[in-house]
Antibody, heavy 122, light 107 residues
Framework: QVQLQQWGAGLLKPSETLSLACAVS????????WTWIRQPPGKGLEWIGE???????NYNPSLKSRVTISIDTSKNQFSLNLSSVTAADTAVYYC????????????????WGQGTLVTVSS | DIQMTQSPSSLSESVGDRVTITCRAS??????LNWYQQKPGKAPKLLIY???SLQSGVPSRFSGSGSGTDFTLTISSLQPEDFATYYC?????????FGQGTKVEIK
């Protein structure tokens, strides 16, 4: 059974860079869209971006200028960097596996990591 | 971006009740619609993908329907473990986007 285990710093100051990593175990690392999603406290879900096995990325235009997602296929891990964080970036960040059909248009997220609360405060 | 609007935002129901949650897209998304359940402090869990396909291991009391702009998640007989927040998500156009959530509470 595929499991995603994530980790990273939970408290940042404004202007710092958020860095999270997610390790995948128990299943194939290829043929999927490795994804980051966030959820501000008490609010809904926002897709941040994705990377595939070959390193091709897609980002949410609302965050694109500050986001970098990378992959390490030798370790079955992928990572998120979000630069110049502000209080608005305070959220629980989830990694997830994107599963696709129909040439990637049909896309759903399963499973998910356990989530990491990242708080941005001076 | 495609806006996803769920209704109602919250509802109070009793165990055994039939529950229907609606999700409306701001433009047609064919059947590229998924449903998730989230319990407090936990990651979302996939229930339904491609509008009506039940994810493996999900109880058959959950079902999804719809296409185009209007979709429905139905719980045929609400169980105590079903009290949670439910989200729809479209993948027709990047970026994938989620509804604001529907919280199902105990009456």
């Amino acid at each position: 059974q595929v499991q995603l285990q994530q980790w990273g710093a939970g408290l940042l100051k404004p202007s710092e860079t958020l860095s999270l990593a997610c390790a995948v175990s128990g299943g194939s690392f290829s043929d999927y869209h490795w994804t980051w999603i966030r959820q501000p406290p008490g609010k809904g879900l926002e897709w941040i971006g994705e990377i595939n096995y070959s390193g091709s990325t897609n980002y949410n235009p609302s965050l694109k200028s500050r986001v970098t997602i990378s992959i390490d296929t030798s370790k079955n891990q992928f990572s998120l960097n979000l630069s110049s964080v502000t209080a608005a970036d305070t959220a629980v960040y989830y990694c997830a596996r994107g599963n696709t059909l129909v040439l990637g248009v049909m896309l759903w997220f399963d499973p998910w990591g356990q989530g990491t609360l990242v708080t941005v405060s001076s | 971006d495609i806006q996803m609007t769920q209704s109602p935002s919250s509802l109070s129901e009793s165990v055994g009740d039939r529950v229907t949650i609606t999700c409306r897209a701001s433009q047609s998304i064919s059947s590229y619609l998924n449903w998730y359940q989230q319990k407090p402090g936990k990651a979302p869990k996939l229930l339904i993908y491609a509008a009506s396909s039940l994810q493996s291991g999900v109880p058959s009391r959950f079902s999804g329907s719809g296409s185009g702009t209007d979709f429905t998640l139905t719980i045929s007989s609400l169980q105590p473990e079903d009290f949670a927040t439910y989200y729809c998500q479209q993948s027709y156009i990047t970026p994938p986007s989620f509804g604001q959530g529907t919280k199902v509470e105990i009456k």
